[in-house]
Each structure stands twice: as structure tokens, then as C-alpha cells.
């Protein structure tokens, strides 16, 4: 096919926006709404200037060692650029890879300017506004303008989702792409994109796509919608396609779409569809390849890694027989568990759970549509804890129906379970999840960070949310912002060691709740605290690598 030399597609991972910017952006609303709160909870002010936590952590490496490591969460292999670059590929359309933009703008530049590229995808599985993929689409302008960018994945599809069309279309001319793909998965509607531009084709032959035809106007066209159903077992990343300094020593790993469950602040089973799984044969496959090339650390993104419970078992065998080599991650399911599935996760390599406990009350799990108790939570974070295991438990504060006591009670079930690790997240509230079909009821109005039911506002929970943070004892906080639970792997990838982890979060939940209370809080007690976390024998040398 004529052209075909010519590179294909750039696809493009996460952009992590300054987090002054974020923060300026956000101050703007602490009248009305609890994002600013939210992010008050997630973050540090420190030396005159508000940062995330592995901000914070390279200042204190600095400090200790004179060095700044330019630590990011967001260097882990990104799984979804990696999947669709191999999907891609496998199909002989010429295809790079940014894994992180913000670490990628020259070699990015490069690839713009010199291989002119018919189109850059950009997923947007981490964002939940358009600024950071606006700033892509703007330097792909400045750098290639006759490059068609195309944007797709979960953002997309929630704006699709609760947005009618004329403020949809608004909304996509302000990002700026050339295409949207509407599709829960969408990774086929990319390539045929890309094939009716290496020929010069009708985009309007392409499902999913709500596209530009003409830039003069600027009117979006809809094809018809023809939802994907992709091969698990014959579109898993093929990691051979990568340089294996690329995915070592921590990677992440999909092997299911979808979830078994429906809870009712969640819409992602309806738009995923039925749950579908990789093949075990194909997992064993991916496995001992990892292994032959040094992978360390695996990170499984199932949304319900232990679902179902004789499969998962099977994993943790299958793992035990490759050697435990691994150390690894997953969501865990608390309420779709037993003892002996607690024990082979141990003797597998299982380091790291996270949980979506989000209440501690039994009738707030009601409304919440988790099928599980609270009995079965407290069990299984006791059993991690008897094996070793680190546990996040994920709170949601704010759910309908919640009330102080409702509260209360979830404070009082993390006092007794004691994970390792958890957070309060104040309630977001999406108007397009099944909870919503109950507003009248709840007397629910609002959305996103801006809402009151009958049992509280959101300020109310932003104020339980700092409350909890100041009082209870045990657990630490693990925040948002880059620094939640998959920072684990990723610093133990590095060297870091998980009781370096839990000290440092000790220090910087104190410098949190400080924040709490003042503009420019004093910390001086703080900062020798924290570099002697990270000051001993053979950490500097030895220990910060990969």
C-alpha cells in the first residue's frame, strides 16, 4: 500500500499538569465545592509551595543525597499506550510509543517533526478533565499541524455519556482533537482510523467516531455506533515488542475486562460489558516471558483480580510454580474470599492489596450495592495482616444516606481492621450511575464535588474527611496525586522498602493535617525526620535504581 513507510500513529500516555496550576484552579471553588478540600487532603504545603507526596519525597532525597531523582509515578510502562501500540502493531501499522509526555517532550518533538506522523491517539484513561489533554493536542499543533489527532477512552466516553450533543460538541471543540472514538474499548475503531488515512479513504465508514469532516466549519459528524468486543486472548500485549529495560522491573497486567459487580456508584460494568477473561494458557505464556527478562514487580489492574475465586486460585498456583519471582499487586475483593485463597496469595509473592472497602456501615454498603458485610471486610484485612500482606482500604465519604453516625461506624471498622494503608475520598457524584435513579428518594441534588442529600452536603464530609485525618490512629494515609497504593510497586521497584514507605507517610500525614489549618506551615521538625527515613547505609548507591 502506497506510503506505508511513513509513520502511522504516535499514541500518547498520561500528562501529569503542573500541580500549581491544578491547585489555582481549584482555590477558585472552595466556596462551593469540596474539590479544593479533596485537594488540601492529597498534598503538602511545604517551603511556600503545595506538592504531591513523591514531590515532597524527591525534596527529602535531595536534601539527604544532593541528588533529585525525578521520581513519577507515571514512569511505570503505561498499560494502555502499551496495549494499543501492540494491538496496532500486530495489525503492520507503524506505531511509537510516549509513555509519560511530560518526560517525553523532546523525543516527542522529534518524532513530529521529522516523521510527520498521519495521526497521534491519546488515551485518557487517568483524566477527569480536558486541561492535560488540551495541552497535548497543543503541542501536537505546534509540531506537526497536518498530524490528525484522534482521542479516545474513558473521559470521551463519560462525556458522551453526560453530555447531550450540542453541549458535547462544545465541550470536543474546546479539547481540539480531529476525533473522538465513542467506544468502551475502541482500540479497533483506532486502527481503521488509521487505515482510511493511509488511504486516503471515508472516515464515515468508521464506526464509533465523532470526527471534523471539514476544519473550515468545525461541525462534528457521528458515525453509527458499533460497540467493541476484542479477543482477551489474542490482543494481550505482546511485551516483545518492547525493550525489556522498558518494562523491567515493574510492570502492569491485565487478564479481564470488566467487573462481575454493579455497585451503584459505578457505571463501568454497563459500558464494559459482560466480564471477559485472558485465557490462563496466555497468562502463563506473558509470565514466563516477564520472568526470562528480570520483571520483579507485577501490578494487576483487574477491577476484581479474585473473581472468580477457583480462577484466582489457579494464578496464585500458577505463580508458586513459576517460583514466587514476583512480588506482586491487585484490587482484591474482601467479600469474595476465603483463608486458603489469603494463604496462596502469601506464598505466591502477593505484597500489596487494595481494597474498595468505601464504608465500614452495613446500610451504606446497602446503598452502595457492594454484596458484601462488614464482618467479611474485618476478616480478610486481619488475615493480610497475619501473613504480611499490606492492605489499602479506599473510603468513600459522603455516599447517600450517610450520616455523622454512619460515619462513625466506618471509623470505628478501620480502628479494628487496622490496614496498612487507607483514604477518605470525599463522594463525586456522576449523575449517569444507578445510585442517581434514587435522588428523590435520597434527596440527592448536585453533582461532582458540589452536592447535599439528606444526611449531609459536601462540606459536612469534607470537614469528617480532615477529621478523621487528625484522629484516628493505626492506619496511614496513602493520597491521590500520584502517590496512591500503585506507588508501591513502583518504589519497591526503585529500592524503596514498604517500612521506608510507611514511615514516610506517617511524617506527611502530620505535615497534611498542619496544612489543614495554615496557609505556610512550619515543618522544621519534620524535615530531619524524613531524611533520616532515607539516610541509611548503601540508599543512595544501591537502592534507587530502574
Known sequence: MAGQDRLDCIVVGHNDLDFSLVEQALIKTRHNSAAYVDL???????????????????????????????????????????????????????????NFFNESLGFFQDLLESAAPRAVAITTTLYVEHSPIQEIVAFVRRHSPETRIIVGGPHVLNLCATHQEEALDFILEAIGADLYIHDSQGELTLARVLEQLRRG??????????????????????????????????????????????ITPTVQMRT??????????????????ALTLTGLEVLEGD????????????????????????????????????GASFDWYSFFRASNSDDEAIDLMAESGCKGVFLGIESGDPTILEYMAKHATVEKYLHAIRRFNQVGITSFASIIVGFPGE???????????????????YRGEIYYHYTNVPIHQRAEELGLHGAGYSWRHRGMDWSRAAELVQQIY???????????????FWAL???TGKGFSIDQVRAFTDVAQGMVVRGFDQARPDHGADEERLRAIFRSPGQEAGALHG
Not at 54 to 61: A, D, G, K, Q, R
Not at 406 to 413: D, G, I, L, P, S
Not at 471 to 482: A, E, F, N, Q
Request: hydrophobic share 40%; glycine share 6%; net charge positive.
Open 287 to 322: 509470565l514466563r516471558y516477564l520472568q526470562s527478562i528480570g520483571v520483579r514487580n507485577l501490578v494487576f489492574i483487574d477491577d476484581t483480580f479474585n473473581v472468580p475465586l477457583p480462577r484466582f486460585k489457579k494464578i496464585c498456583r500458577l505463580l508458586i510454580e513459576l
Open 489 to 491: 510497586p513502583y518504589l
Open 40 to 98: 488540601q487532603a492529597n498534598s503538602v504545603s511545604y517551603r511556600g509551595r503545595r506538592m504531591t507526596y513523591m514531590s515532597l519525597l524527591n525534596e527529602v532525597l535531595k536534601d539527604a543525597h544532593g541528588k533529585d531523582y525525578g521520581l513519577h509515578e507515571c514512569q511505570l510502562p503505561h498499560l494502555g499506550t502499551a496495549y494499543l501500540t501492540s494491538f496496532l502493531r500486530r495489525r503492520g501499522f507503524a506505531v511509537e510509543m510516549i
Open 256 to 273: 479481564a475486562r470488566s467487573c462481575a459487580f454493579s455497585c451503584s456508584f459505578c457505571r463501568y460494568p454497563v459500558n464494559a460489558g
Open 403 to 421: 450520616t455523622d453516625e454512619t460515619f462513625q461506624n466506618t471509623c470505628e471498622f478501620l480502628t479494628a481492621a487496622n490496614p496498612t494503608f
Open 470 to 484: 487528625r484522629t484516628l490512629p493505626g492506619p496511614r494515609v496513602l493520597p491521590g496525586y500520584m502517590f496512591d
Open 201 to 246: 479513504g471515508d472516515l464515515a465508514a468508521v464506526p464509533n467516531l465523532i470526527y471534523v469532516a471539514d476544519p473550515a466549519d468545525q461541525a462534528f459528524r457521528r458515525t453509527p455506533r458499533a460497540p467493541e468486543n476484542n479477543d482477551m486472548n489474542a490482543e494481550a500485549v505482546d511485551w516483545r515488542q518492547f525493550d525489556s529495560g522498558f
